[in-house]
């Protein structure tokens, strides 16, 4: 997954949100300057591993945020657990062993069928690149983002 495929695609939808919002805000009226964001649970883990994504050098793109029980519970042996989700689920979607380009060619009902199924923890994992930490480390080595305007 992490050679053939992009690690952690949905924070990188999520910020992509965040652009789409900085560079049309102000058609609605809004300040590109002043935008929240909030989470729960896993929306709060998100927010959380948004703000410290490349060890906190990148403007995360908003300047608040609500955090409410953020998800704490990390996959972060990428080559143990994680890998091993991810067998599973290509394995429950008829792609056992045959990696990404099979499950880019499967049947949209193969592939929520398989997600249906238990993928016990799912959710950002430090892959080396975007995350080098879970998002708790991070903070607690100050790594959060600081953006350059209040």
């Not at 409410?68 to 519970?73: I, T």
């Not at 143990?80 to 060619?105: D, H, I, T, W």
């Not at 009902?109 to 799912?122: M, N, P, R, T």
Request: glycine content about 12%; proline content about 5%.
């Amino acid at each position: 997954m992490e050679n053939e495929g992009l690690p952690n695609a949905g924070l990188h939808d999520q910020r992509a949100v965040f652009e789409w919002v900085r560079d049309y805000v102000h058609l609605l009226g809004g300040d590109r300057d002043r935008v929240s964001a909030w989470g729960e649970s896993a929306g709060g883990g998100s927010i959380l591993s948004l703000i410290t994504a490349n060890q906190g050098i990148i403007d995360p793109l908003f300047r608040r945020a609500v955090v409410m029980s953020p998800g704490l519970s990390f996959p972060v042996d990428r080559k143990g657990s994680v890998e091993n989700q991810f067998k599973a689920f290509a394995s429950r979607a008829g792609c056992a062993g045959q990696g990404l380009a099979c499950l880019r060619a499967a049947n949209i009902s193969q592939l929520i069928e398989a997600s249906y199924k238990d993928l016990g923890q799912v959710g950002p994992t430090p892959d080396g690149r975007v995350l080098k930490h879970v998002f708790s480390v991070d903070i607690a080595q100050g790594k959060e983002s600081r953006p350059s305007h209040p």
